[in-house]
């Protein structure tokens, strides 16, 4: 015999004798009880029937509805954000690529001449930057500028946080003995990798 006739053949047995025990107990206890028990009896089993009905059908139904706000708004902002990502690619794909020779002028243009905070040297596709004591916002507007007019992008990036010569002198102390914010600078090297030729 398999499991599953085994199964439905336990549930039938079970079935029989749930009737065979309703016949021989509960009809009798049903028959004996007055007509107020009766009644408090169907009023309990319309509470219980009632209380399930609202578990199973409208307390799920409630959470839904609850969550739904939340889940609009979520679902409004990554339509939001592909639209961005979506037309951010479809700029980029506007974008005329540039040859070695113009990445590499335009790469001069932004890097002020003479700064030693600040200096380029080519090696064929690739260009090394040596920074000192580069503060973190010129870095990061002048990396933008480099993706952005140079289209060069850091093939590799060795930077550490600089040491401030006399941090605490700059820093300086408020009137509240609290020490004022010092702006990160970086020391260390990044290499850009430049267009291909064409």
């Given at each position: 015999?398999?499991q599953?006739a085994s199964?439905?053949?336990a549930?039938t047995?079970?079935q029989?004798?749930?009737?065979q025990l309703?016949?021989?107990?509960?009809q009798?206890r049903w028959q004996?009880?007055?007509?107020?028990?009766?009644?408090?009896?169907?009023i309990?089993?319309g509470f219980i029937g009632?209380?399930l009905?609202?578990s199973v059908?409208i307390?799920p139904?409630?959470?839904t509805?609850s969550?739904?706000d939340?889940?609009?708004a979520d679902v409004?902002?990554?339509?939001?954000q592909?639209?961005?990502l979506?037309?951010?690619?479809?700029e980029?794909q506007k974008?005329k690529?540039?040859?070695?020779?113009e990445?590499l002028?335009?790469l001069?243009?932004?890097?002020p001449?003479?700064?030693p905070?600040?200096?380029m040297s080519?090696?064929?596709?690739?260009?090394l930057?040596?920074?000192?004591n580069l503060p973190?916002?010129?870095?990061?507007?002048?990396?933008?500028q480099?993706?952005?007019?140079?289209?060069a992008?850091?093939?590799?990036?060795h930077?550490?946080?600089?040491?401030l010569?006399?941090a605490g002198?700059?820093?300086?102390?408020?009137a509240?003995?609290?020490?004022?914010p010092?702006?990160t600078?970086?020391?260390?090297?990044?290499?850009?990798?430049?267009p291909k030729?064409?």
């Amino acid at each position: 015999m398999s499991q599953s006739a085994s199964s439905s053949h336990a549930k039938t047995r079970a079935q029989r004798l749930g009737q065979q025990l309703w016949a021989t107990y509960g009809q009798a206890r049903w028959q004996g009880l007055g007509a107020r028990a009766r009644l408090w009896v169907l009023i309990f089993a319309g509470f219980i029937g009632v209380g399930l009905f609202v578990s199973v059908a409208i307390i799920p139904a409630m959470r839904t509805l609850s969550t739904s706000d939340r889940q609009r708004a979520d679902v409004a902002q990554q339509v939001a954000q592909m639209r961005f990502l979506q037309q951010r690619a479809q700029e980029l794909q506007k974008i005329k690529p540039l040859s070695r020779e113009e990445s590499l002028k335009s790469l001069e243009s932004i890097t002020p001449a003479g700064n030693p905070s600040i200096q380029m040297s080519v090696q064929g596709d690739r260009v090394l930057v040596q920074l000192k004591n580069l503060p973190a916002s010129q870095l990061a507007a002048w990396l933008a500028q480099a993706r952005s007019n140079a289209q060069a992008l850091p093939d590799e990036v060795h930077i550490n946080r600089a040491a401030l010569p006399n941090a605490g002198a700059q820093a300086g102390v408020n009137a509240t003995g609290n020490s004022a914010p010092v702006s990160t600078a970086w020391d260390g090297q990044i290499i850009l990798r430049l267009p291909k030729k064409p």
